[in-house]
C-alpha cells in the first residue's frame, strides 16, 4: 500500500500511468477472483485504495486553488437564499 503523500510527489504523466496499471492489475485479479484462483483477497482491495488515492491526487491537481478551502463551498449564500424562497401559493 502506498500513502497519498507518496503519490503526491509523482507527475501527472507518472500518475495516469500509475493509474492504468492499477486499473489493469484489478481487473486481472477480479478475473481470477472469479474463477477462484485469487490467494490474497486483500490484494484487490489495497489496489482499490491506491487507484483512489491516485485519482484523487490527479483531482486535485486539477481543480483551482481557490476551491480547495472548503469555505466557498459551504458559503451562506446558498443556504440564505432556499430559506428565503416562498414555501409556495399556500392560501388560507
Known amino acids: 500500500m502506498t500513502s497519498a ?3 503526491r510527489e ?3 504523466d507518472d500518475l495516469r ?3 492504468r496499471d492499477l486499473d489493469d492489475q ?3 485479479l477480479r ?3 472469479s474463477m477462484g484462483q485469487v490467494d490474497a483477497p486483500q490484494k484487490i482491495r ?3 485504495r491506491d487507484l483512489a ?3 484523487t491526487v490527479l483531482r486535485m491537481r486539477g481543480l483551482p486553488a481557490r476551491r480547495r478551502g472548503g469555505a466557498e463551498r459551504t458559503g451562506a449564500g446558498a443556504g440564505a437564499a432556499a430559506a428565503a424562497a416562498p414555501a409556495g ?3 388560507s
Open 5 to 7: 503523500h507518496d503519490f
Open 10 to 12: 509523482l507527475n501527472d
Open 17 to 19: 500511468k500509475r493509474e
Open 26 to 28: 484489478i481487473f486481472r
Open 31 to 33: 478475473i481470477q477472483k
Open 46 to 48: 489495497e489496489l482499490r
Open 53 to 55: 488515492r491516485v485519482k
Open 89 to 91: 401559493d399556500a392560501k
